[in-house]
C-alpha cells in the first residue's frame, strides 16, 4: 500500500496516486476461511483501455468514466466550470438547502485527524492516507480559500496549505468523491461538529449540477428512469402490478395464508411503497410485508402511479449526488400519497429512501405535499407486539444479527424496534460489535451497492465491505461450520444488495453458512398461522 | 499621544475587535437560510431511555401525533460536559485529549483569570499591601494567584504539547499548515510573558489590577508600570483580537454544529416558522449549469422542483 501521499499532490500530473495492494489489507479475523489467501478473490486490475480513455490516476479503479481531454481547451473548460460551480456550491440561491452546515465544516476543521479512525474505508485500506475522509475536504477547503475568499493567495496558502487547480485535481476529485459512503460516521466523532461526509456530498452535487458529471447508475439508470418510467428498475406500472400478482399467489402458496394486495386504494390509512428492486431481487419481502399487514388487518395500499407522481419505487438516488433530482423525486412520492388521500405513508425496506423522504424531504414538502411519513420497522413493531399475530420463535431457531442501515439508524434514530422484533421472534439473535448508531456501514451506502463499472465492485468489496464482513464473521465466530445456517438481517435494499455482493463474492454461504435477508421475512417465518418453512435458505 | 495611553486604545480596540469579529461571525452563520434536516444520532435532547441509546420520535407509530419531548437537561448536560470536559475528543481520540483538555481547560482557568482580576480592581483598593486585606481580599487574591497558577500551567503544558505533537506527527504533518503553528507559538509566547509577570513582576497583580481599573474608569493615563507587563498586554489584546478571526472561533460555532445542525430534530409543522421559511426559499432563482436541470437563472427551486425531464 502507498501511503504518504499528501494533499497537494492530488493536482500533481503524475501516475497513479495510490495504490492499493491486497496483501496489505488488514487480515480478516482468524479461524474464518478467509485466513487462507487463497479464499479471498484477486482484485482485477484495471484493463489498459480503460485507463487510456479514463481519467484513472487516483487509485486502483474507477467508478465513474471521465473521458480524458484531449485538447488544452477541453482542460481548461474543465477548470472553469469547476470554478463557477464552485461559486454556486457557496452561494445562498443555489446551495441554501445545506449552505451552513457546509460552510461550518469548510471553515472551522482544527484538522486533528480524530475522524479518520471512525472511517471504515481508511481503516481497511490498510490506511491509506487517500481515503482518510480528511482528505477530500481538506482539498475543498483549499480550495475553497483560495478562489472564493479574499485575503490574497500567499495569506491563504500560508492559512490552509497549497493547492493547485486544474484538469488532474478536478478529475481526481471527482472519482475520490466517490470513495466515502457518506455514513458520516466521521462526523459522529468530531468535537467540533465538522462534517467530512457532508463535504463528499456536496462535493458530488457540485459535479453533478454544474458540470453534468455523475455515475451512470445513479443518475442515467436511477433517477432519471425513474422519473420517466416509475422505477430505476425499468418497470412501469403494468409489470409492476403483473410482478405483485405473481408473489402474492407465491406466498400463499407458501404460507397457506391468501392474500391480495390492493392497489390505488383511494383512503386507505397506508400507502407502502418499497423499493422496487425488492419486487424484482426479492420477492420474499413485498410478499412478507403483504402477509403481515393483512394478518394485522391494517388498512394499506400500494400506488401504481408513474407520471405525475411515484408511487411504487421509493428509491431517491438524488439524495446521494445531485439535491435537483433528490426534490423531484420527493415531490412526486408525496404526490403519489396526496392523490390516494392515505393517512400516512409507510417506507418499506429501505434506508436511504426512509431518510430521503421523512427527514430531508421534511423541509421541503409543504402544504398539502406534507404527508405524514413513517419507518415500516415501527409500523411492524407495533403489529408484532400488539397481539394480532401468533408467533413460534422456535421457526427462527438459527443464529441471527442485525445490521444497521446507516440511514435508518444513525441518521434517523430509529434503533430499537427492529431489534425488540428479532429479540421476539429469534431466540439466537446476537449484535454485531459494535451496533445501534456506532454501526459500520456495509460498504455499499451513497450508491456504491448499484455501482459496479470496470472494478469498482473490487474495490467496495476488498475496502468498502470489508469491514462489514469482518464484523458479520466475528458474529458467528461460535458457530463457523457452513452447515449451520446463519442469518444476517439487513433491513434496507441497498445493503441487502451490498450483503448479496459480499456473499456471492467471498463465498459466504458455501464456505460459512451465512445467509442474509431482511426483518420481514423473519416475521413470518414465525408467525404461527403459517406454514414453516417461508425462508428459503440457498442451495 | 503617550505610552498609557496607546496601550489602553490598543486594549479597547483589541476587545471591539474580538466583539466585532464574534458578532459578525455569529450574525453571518445565524442569518444563513434554514438548510435540511441533517441530524446525527444521538441527539442530546431526546429523553429516557432513547436518550441512552440514541433513539428518536421516528420510532414511534404516528410519532406526529405524539407530544414532543425534548430534555433541556439531557441538552444542557451535553453541552457542558462537551465544553468543559471535550467529551468527544475524550471518547474519540484519548491520545490528543491529554493535551488538548488541559490547554482549552487552562485557557477557561485564564479567562476566569481576568473576571477575578476585573472583580480584584474593583474590589481591592489601589496601593494596598497584602498584609492590610481584608478576609475576603485576601481570599480573593488567593483565588487569583491558584486560577492564574493552574490556568498557565495547564495552558503552557497543552499547548507545547500540542505544538510538539504538530511538529512529529506524521499523521498531521500534511494537515499542519504554517498558520497552525504559527497560532500555537503565538499562545506560547504570550504565555511565556504571562509567566515572566507572574514570577518576577507582579505575583499579588497589584499593577494588573491598576491598569484593569484604568480600562473600566477610561482613565487613559495610567501606565502599565513595567514593560514586561506592557508587553503581555499587547501581545494578550493581539491575540484576543486574532482568535475569532481564525478556526479557533469554534469556540462558540460549536454552538450551531451541534444545535443547529447535528441535534436539529425539529419537524416542520404545516403553517410553522419552519414551513414559512421553506416556501421563501423555494423562490430562490437557480443557476447550476448541468443540462438536467434546466435552469435558466429565472426558474426558482419551485419551479424547478416541478418540471419533467426531458424525455
Excluded at chain 1, 441471527?400 to 421472534?425: A, F, K, S, W, Y
Excluded at chain 2, 483580537?241 to 404545516?270: C, G, Q, R, V
Aim: aromatic share 10%; net charge neutral.
Amino acid at each position: 500500500m502507498k501511503k504518504g501521499v499528501k494533499v497537494e499532490d492530488i493536482g500533481k500530473p503524475s501516475g497513479q496516486l495510490a495504490h492499493v495492494d491486497v496483501q496489505d489489507l488488514p487480515p480478516f479475523i482468524s479461524a474464518s476461511p478467509y485466513d487462507n489467501p487463497a479464499n479471498v478473490p484477486p482484485w482485477k486490475p484495471l484493463t489498459d483501455r480503460a485507463k487510456q480513455e479514463y481519467e484513472a490516476t487516483l487509485d486502483d479503479t474507477i467508478a465513474l468514466n471521465i473521458p480524458k481531454p484531449k485538447t488544452r481547451e477541453e482542460e481548461q473548460e474543465l477548470v472553469r466550470r469547476f470554478l463557477s460551480g464552485l461559486e454556486k456550491l457557496f452561494s445562498r440561491e443555489n446551495n441554501w438547502a445545506f449552505l451552513q452546515p457546509l460552510i461550518l465544516s469548510v471553515e472551522h476543521c482544527a484538522r486533528c485527524q480524530t475522524c479518520i479512525e471512525s472511517c471504515h474505508i481508511y481503516e481497511m485500506s490498510g490506511r491509506n492516507d487517500l481515503y482518510r475522509p480528511t482528505f477530500r475536504s481538506e482539498v475543498l477547503r483549499r480550495l475553497y480559500f483560495k478562489y472564493l475568499k479574499p485575503g490574497g493567495r500567499f495569506f491563504r496558502k500560508w492559512q490552509h496549505g497549497d493547492i493547485d487547480l486544474n484538469w488532474t485535481t478536478i478529475a481526481r476529485l471527482i472519482e475520490l468523491s466517490y470513495r466515502c459512503n457518506l455514513c458520516r460516521r466521521c462526523a459522529q466523532t468530531c468535537a467540533i461538529g465538522v462534517d467530512n461526509g457532508l463535504i463528499a456530498h456536496e462535493l458530488r452535487k457540485l459535479f453533478s449540477q454544474e458540470m453534468g458529471i455523475h455515475p451512470k447508475e445513479l443518475h442515467t439508470k436511477g433517477s432519471v428512469l425513474q422519473l420517466r418510467v416509475g422505477s430505476s428498475t425499468g418497470m412501469n406500472p403494468v409489470v409492476a402490478k403483473d410482478n405483485i400478482e405473481f408473489i402474492d399467489e407465491d406466498t400463499a402458496e407458501r404460507t397457506g395464508i391468501p392474500i391480495e394486495t390492493p392497489w390505488d386504494k383511494e383512503g386507505a390509512d397506508i400507502l407502502l411503497i418499497h423499493n422496487a428492486g425488492e419486487i424484482l431481487a426479492r420477492p420474499e419481502d413485498h410478499g412478507a410485508f403483504a402477509t403481515i399487514l393483512q394478518a394485522a388487518g391494517i388498512s394499506w395500499t400500494l400506488s401504481s402511479e408513474s407520471q405525475e407522481a411515484l408511487g411504487y419505487d421509493v428509491i431517491n438516488y438524488g439524495l446521494f449526488y445531485d439535491d435537483v433530482m433528490m426534490i423531484k423525486v420527493a415531490v412526486k412520492h408525496a404526490k403519489a400519497a396526496a392523490k390516494l388521500k392515505v393517512k400516512k405513508i409507510v417506507l418499506g425496506e429501505c434506508g436511504h429512501a426512509h431518510k430521503a423522504l421523512t427527514t430531508i424531504a421534511d423541509r421541503i414538502l409543504t402544504g398539502d405535499l406534507n404527508i405524514p411519513r413513517e419507518s415500516a420497522m415501527t409500523l411492524l413493531h407495533d403489529i408484532v407486539f400488539s397481539g394480532k399475530i401468533a408467533f413460534d420463535p422456535s421457526r427462527n431457531d438459527f443464529p441471527v444479527t442485525l445490521h444497521d442501515p446507516c440511514n435508518l439508524v444513525r441518521l434517523m434514530g430509529i434503533v430499537e424496534p427492529q431489534r425488540r422484533i428479532l429479540r421476539h421472534t429469534c431466540p439466537r439473535f446476537r449484535e454485531m460489535t459494535p451496533h445501534g448508531v456506532d454501526n459500520y456501514c456495509c460498504g455499499g451506502g451513497s450508491g456504491f451497492a448499484i455501482m459496479s463499472s470496470h472494478n469498482f465492485e473490487d474495490w467496495r468489496m476488498q475496502i468498502a465491505g470489508r469491514k462489514k464482513m469482518d464484523q458479520i464473521l466475528n458474529a458467528f465466530k461460535e458457530e463457523p461450520d457452513p452447515s449451520i445456517k446463519k442469518y444476517v438481517c439487513a433491513p434496507c435494499s441497498n445493503c441487502k444488495g451490498q450483503i448479496r455482493d459480499l456473499s456471492n463474492y467471498y463465498h459466504l454461504w458455501e464456505k460459512c453458512g451465512i445467509h442474509f435477508g431482511g426483518l420481514v421475512e423473519l416475521i413470518v417465518n414465525a408467525m404461527k398461522d403459517a406454514k414453516p418453512g417461508y425462508l428459503e435458505w440457498p442451495g | 499621544m503617550n505610552g498609557a495611553v496607546l496601550l489602553h486604545l490598543l486594549t479597547y480596540t483589541s476587545v471591539l475587535t474580538f466583539v466585532a469579529a464574534v458578532a459578525f461571525r455569529f450574525y453571518r452563520i445565524a442569518s444563513m437560510p434554514l438548510h435540511l434536516r441533517w441530524e446525527i444520532y444521538p441527539v442530546a435532547h431526546e429523553t429516557g431511555e432513547k436518550a441512552r441509546y440514541g433513539g428518536s420520535v421516528l420510532e414511534e407509530v404516528d410519532w406526529w401525533t405524539k407530544p414532543r419531548r425534548k430534555s433541556l437537561i439531557n441538552e444542557l448536560k451535553a453541552t457542558i460536559l462537551e465544553m468543559i470536559f471535550l467529551v468527544a475528543l475524550f471518547r474519540h481520540n484519548r491520545k490528543l485529549w491529554y493535551w488538548s483538555f488541559p490547554f482549552h481547560f487552562g485557557l477557561y482557568l485564564l479567562v476566569l483569570l481576568l473576571g477575578l482580576l476585573i472583580l480584584g480592581s474593583i474590589r481591592i483598593g489601589p496601593g494596598i499591601p497584602v498584609i492590610q486585606l481584608s478576609g475576603l481580599e485576601f481570599f480573593l487574591l488567593f483565588l487569583t494567584k491558584i486560577t492564574a497558577l493552574l490556568g498557565l500551567v495547564l495552558a503552557t503544558l497543552g499547548a507545547a504539547e500540542l505544538l510538539l505533537w504538530r511538529l512529529t506527527s506524521e499523521e498531521l504533518r500534511d494537515y499542519t499548515p504554517p498558520a497552525a503553528i504559527f497560532n500555537l507559538l503565538f499562545f506560547l509566547v504570550v504565555f511565556a510573558v504571562a509567566w515572566a509577570n507572574f514570577l518576577f513582576v507582579d505575583s499579588d497583580f497589584v499593577l494588573s489590577r491598576a491598569y484593569i481599573r484604568s480600562l473600566l474608569t477610561f482613565n487613559l493615563s495610567v501606565p502599565a508600570g513595567h514593560p514586561l507587563l506592557a508587553l503581555e498586554i499587547v501581545l494578550t489584546g493581539l491575540l484576543i483580537a486574532y482568535i475569532p478571526l481564525t478556526h479557533m472561533s469554534h469556540f462558540f460555532i460549536k454552538w450551531f454544529t451541534y444545535h443547529k445542525i447535528l441535534w436539529d430534530d425539529e419537524p416542520n409543522i404545516p403553517n410553522s416558522s419552519i414551513e414559512k421559511k421553506i416556501l421563501e426559499q423555494v423562490q430562490y432563482p437557480v443557476t447550476w449549469a448541468a443540462p438536467h436541470i434546466k435552469a435558466d437563472g429565472k426558474k426558482n427551486w419551485a419551479d424547478i422542483a416541478g418540471e419533467e425531464i426531458d424525455p
